[in-house]
């Protein structure tokens, strides 16, 4: 190897690990489509009630989308676990607002529940248990290898995971003074300006801290290794005991052999008599 060559493997590898990054991210947030999903219901539901303050038409309207956006991924064979998740948020926002009367009460599950994952983040990176490595650990196949087996790793999710904490914490703050102080179209329309920003600006720091990580523990490929070695071993015993039983089975004499040996002597003691 050249001083040329190393550098350009080293610059692959680290590459190869930024596009697995990216890809683990995009699959566990969902990407562009999820966040149409996680954004249009809201949307909707602002945009019709700007437009006749009726808080039936617009829960209904906002409750429809969300429904047909699973069936869409349904029909197409996709992931729905993004859909559903906004199906539930809005059906509990539209419950609220109904049994409440109040359209703005349609925002506020959804905002105790980015108040609530907020301190979820930072608890769990004060405990030593990063939440986002818990939701990333599967999709890289490493499952909980990081917390012993990969120190490096662990602070990467650990820095991670105060980011998503924060900045939904942020967020929390920005949208619950608007909550109680404005009206139903003004925390509609700050809340959907503010559901990608701060998601993007986390998903980027995410990436940032993982690509600079060590490479993830694939405990996935392990199992499969140490099930191949233990049925390596299993065969080559298995080979080995066959092969003493057929060295044992040469070592004693035929029937032939033994008979002939036996003849011999009765017949050497008649010849004596």
Known sequence: MT???KPTEETTEA??????????????FGGVRGMIETVLPGLLFVTIFTLNNDLHMSAIA??????????VRLVMKDTVKHAFSGVFGVAFGVVFAMMTDNAKNFYLPGMLYTLGLALAYIVTSLAGVPLIGLILGPVFKENLSWRTRNPGRKKAYTKASYAWGFILLAKSAILFPLYWWADTEQLGW????????????AVWLTWVFLAKAP????????????EEAEKAQKAQKAERERSVQGAGDQTLPGPSEADGDAADLRGGKHRKA
């Not at 590459?15 to 566990?28: I, K, N, S």
């Not at 490479?215 to 140490?226: G, H, K, L, R, S």
């Open 15 to 28: 590459d190869d690990a930024r596009a697995v990054t990216e890809a683990a991210l995009f699959e566990a």
């Open 3 to 5: 001083s040329l060559d």
């Open 190 to 201: 700050v809340l959907v300006t503010l559901k990608i920003p701060p998601f993007l600006l």
């Open 62 to 71: 906002a409750l429809a989308v969300s429904v047909v956006l699973v069936v």
């Open 215 to 226: 490479a993830p523990i694939d405990v996935f490929a392990e199992m499969e290794a140490a």
